[in-house]
């Protein structure tokens, strides 16, 4: 059984940083891949950034440049750093895992999920 825990996360002011972070357990680690999901309340859940195993990384044209995505297979922790924040990235932040070794931005290709941190981004 995979388990995701993720940290971080909670109430900024635009512009500010903030770093969620996710430590997976029962599976191996360092050959997975993990994504970054975010939703807000009747929306669908939205692809934000992911880092395969072999750490290449993509993200979603409304993040790029100011979100990072990160790993440290040591840890077994993916990072994902928040900067210049904007009210419209307020919603709850997913990590999850995938056994896709490419490009996965849709939700229905990642198999476990943390259990959701908010990000609020006052104006």
């Known amino acids: 059984q995979v388990q995701l825990v993720q940290s971080g996360g909670g109430l900024v002011q635009v512009g500010d940083s903030l770093r969620l972070s996710c430590v997976a357990s029962?599976?191996?680690?360092?050959?997975?891949?993990l994504g970054w999901f975010r939703q807000v309340p009747g929306k669908e859940r939205e692809f934000v950034a992911q880092?395969?195993?072999?750490?290449?990384?993509y993200y979603a044209n409304s993040v790029k440049g100011r979100f990072t995505i990160s790993r440290v297979n040591a840890e077994n922790t993916v990072y994902l750093q928040l900067n210049s924040l904007k009210p419209e990235d307020t919603a709850v932040y997913y990590c999850?895992?995938?056994?896709?070794?490419?490009?996965?931005?849709?939700?229905?290709?990642?198999?476990?999920w943390g259990q959701g941190t908010q990000v609020t981004v006052s104006s």
């Open positions: 029962g599976r191996t680690f360092r050959s997975i891949g």
């Open positions: 880092i395969t195993n072999g750490h290449a990384t």
């Open positions: 999850a895992t995938t056994v896709y070794t490419w490009k996965a931005l849709s939700p229905a290709d990642y198999d476990y």
